[in-house]
């Protein structure tokens, strides 16, 4: 048992305990771009843990901020009337960055409750407008949501919507790639009935691949002629990841809702949120009405709002957007030079700061466990990758890595690949 005396008692998400229960990677430290073990061996943390930490880890500036907030006012609700001034200084702030109208921001813990925060607002927002029945929410193949109730039922990675009961019913999958689909199942559905349309940018843990060119912008549109609520789940993608604010910006996209977590506070404090375009907010801030009846305990945590400011300072003041952009192609073609490893299917990558290394079906074909051993060599050589769909090694680094710690990533995942 490697975490000291006695059985551990703590349940890991997307974990086989059977396995895991027995057998950790205890994380004991961290600084930049490297955790340390308890024997103090260094890895590169090629993934900024679950694609959060942008600014990299140890930044006191962060926890000098949180300190000096707790001390102040640790923690208050903002139900009702309720208000401090971090959160509306963050409100404010994100409302300044986001690609679209007079964005009010709705905060929330995380990416989940923030998908679930907007799928339940689009349905509100139509049945204030009095089109009751828009219900059905559509979303794509591969695309991971969280895994609360709605984002469960919008889930396409099919995995992680079986086993649980009857899901939502008024939810439909469509290929991740081919814009047609989505406009041919608003047709099925038929427009009166569809609330709104989920995308990721660049799809994150269904294995971490960027749009086909021309793809958002085509979806983007067929929503608009449709009346369909345009919602870009930017959880991964914000903050820089994809070298935008929001994650969109690239794409010239003016979503009608964005959720957001992650890189919002670089990973230091649980923040999660959905900036709202004035089309869907006017229904609820400037017509009276019953109020949107739904929210966390810790929405506009102040101690939580001092976090994000303090990464929002440090993504300004050390160019970290521009940094992203800078990266992007380096990383692509550290990983592009094992295409051509006889182990590998397809390098994919290119479009911000996230990297898959897929591996060869027939490799893995009747060894289900490869991939993680794969994963784990790569971490016994010093670097943090991870496994998605079964058969991907992905990278997302922090976006303070240097060109020579990409190239160290990329020849380390082709070490683990050999071994
Ligand atoms: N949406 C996307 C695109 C995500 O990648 C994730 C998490 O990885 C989520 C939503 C859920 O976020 P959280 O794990 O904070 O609930």
């Known amino acids: ?12 998400p997307f974990a086989n ?40 880890h140890g930044r006191t500036e962060i926890v000098d901020a949180v300190a000096e907030q707790m001390r102040r006012l640790d923690n208050y609700f903002t139900f009702n009337d309720y208000s401090n001034e971090p959160a509306e200084e963050l409100a404010r702030r994100l409302s300044g960055l986001a ?12 990416g989940g409750e923030s998908i679930d925060t907007a799928a339940k607002l689009a349905r509100l927002y139509w049945a204030r407008r009095g089109e009751p029945e828009r219900t059905h929410l ?8 969280g895994t ?10 099919e995995g992680n919507r079986h086993g649980f009961g009857p899901l939502v019913a008024e939810a439909t999958r469509v290929a991740y790639d081919d814009a047609e689909e989505l406009r041919a199942a608003i047709e099925r559905i038929g427009a009166e009935k569809v609330a ?74 649980p923040l999660g949120g959905v900036a709202v375009s004035a089309r869907v907010s006017d229904v609820f801030w400037e017509a009276p009405g019953a109020p949107f009846m739904h929210g966390p305990t810790y929405s506009g ?65 009747g060894d289900k466990g490869l991939i993680t051993r794969m994963q784990k060599a790569v971490r016994e050589r010093g670097a943090i990758v991870r496994v998605l769909c079964g058969n991907a090694l992905v990278v997302s680094p922090p976006l303070t890595i240097t060109e ?16």
């Open 148 to 157: 609360n109730g709605l984002g469960t039922s919008i889930a396409g990675i």
């Open 99 to 110: 690609p679209m109208d007079e964005a009010k921001i709705f905060l929330t813990t995380g």
């Open 301 to 365: 945590h102040p101690s939580v709002a001092a976090a994000a400011l303090a990464n929002l300072d440090i993504l300004e003041r050390e160019n970290l957007l521009a940094r992203s952009r800078e990266l992007e192609k380096p990383l692509h073609d550290a990983l592009l030079r094992l295409a051509d490893h006889s182990a590998v299917a397809e390098v994919r990558g290119g479009t911000g700061l996230i990297g898959a290394v897929e591996i060869e079906a027939d490799i893995l074909a």
């Open 196 to 269: 709104a349309f989920f995308a990721e940018p660049v799809i994150g843990a269904g294995g971490a691949r960027p749009p086909e060119p021309g793809y958002l912008e085509a979806v983007a549109k067929i929503c608009a002629e449709n009346d369909v609520l345009f919602i870009a789940d930017s959880v991964i993608g914000g903050f820089g990841r994809l070298g935008g604010w929001f994650g969109v910006e690239r794409w010239g996209l003016r979503p009608d809702m964005i959720t957001f977590a992650k890189g919002v506070t670089s990973g230091y404090l």
């Open 404 to 419: 020579a710690e990409l190239t160290l990533l990329a020849d380390t995942i082709e070490a683990g690949i050999n071994a």
């Open 17 to 56: 305990m059977a396995e895991v229960k027995d057998d950790k990677f205890v994380v004991d430290r961290a600084e930049g771009v490297w955790l340390y073990d308890r024997d103090g061996k260094r890895y590169l943390d090629g993934t900024a843990g679950l694609w959060y930490c942008n600014v990299g």
């Open 1 to 12: 048992m490697a975490t000291g005396s006695g059985q551990s008692r703590l349940w890991h």
């Open 138 to 145: 559509i979303s794509r193949r591969q695309s991971y949501h």
